[in-house]
């Protein structure tokens, strides 16, 4: 639908295709649920009393006027190969089984995807890509979630298989946004000695808690405990 409006009174459940293009307009009266297929803004807008993604996609640039958001699919401002920003006028609720794609394509707002919202409460998965066979300078940052009121909660892994060679990469929750920094890596040991195994855990490591995006270092050991090598997979950069 484009340069047009469509109205429901009631609930709306996709499970297809639906696309809001061209400035058109999808008002939902109640809530917006989508359990399989793909939500797709090119420049519309979709107001409705929330919306939950419980499957498929939901991506675009546009504007979604809801109490929440709610992802328990995948989210992805833009679209793919092709940045954007996605606005919600409202909460992003982002659930275990969620997953939020970002793509970088050059260090400018217009040349990476950005999710825009009031507040946005965090879990699940954040995928990150790069397009154009762009390389990230050392010491840049990308703001990927802006808020007005915060963010709460973090992502459980992240997954980055073109991360730069040579160069870490960290999440930055500390303020109103969530940045992404790309900076030299920081190598950190294991301490085989004490290590309780878990990433979290400061005897675990010959030094501070190492952040997201981290080299680490793994020494003199025989055995990695099991629960390391599972967040080690979720949360370093490399692993030597």
Known sequence: MGNHYLAVSGEFTNEGLMTIRDQGTFIANNTYQQVDGKTTLENGQMYAAGVEIQGGVFEGTGIVTAESLTNAGEVLPGRSLSTGTLMINGAYIQNATGKLDIELDGPQQTNHDQLATQTAVLAGQLDLSLLDNFVAPVNTSFDIITTLGGVSGQFDSVYFPEAPQNMAFKLDYSGPNVQVHFVLPTVLGYNDNLGSGAWSQQNTWLGEIPDTG???????????????????????????
């Not at 981290?214 to 950069?237: E, G, Y």
Request: charged fraction near 5%; charge should be negative; glycine fraction near 0%.
């Open 214 to 240: 981290s080299d680490v270092t793994i020494t003199n050991s025989t055995t990695i405990p099991q629960q390391l090598n599972i967040d080690i997979n979720a949360f370093a950069h490399a692993v030597t």
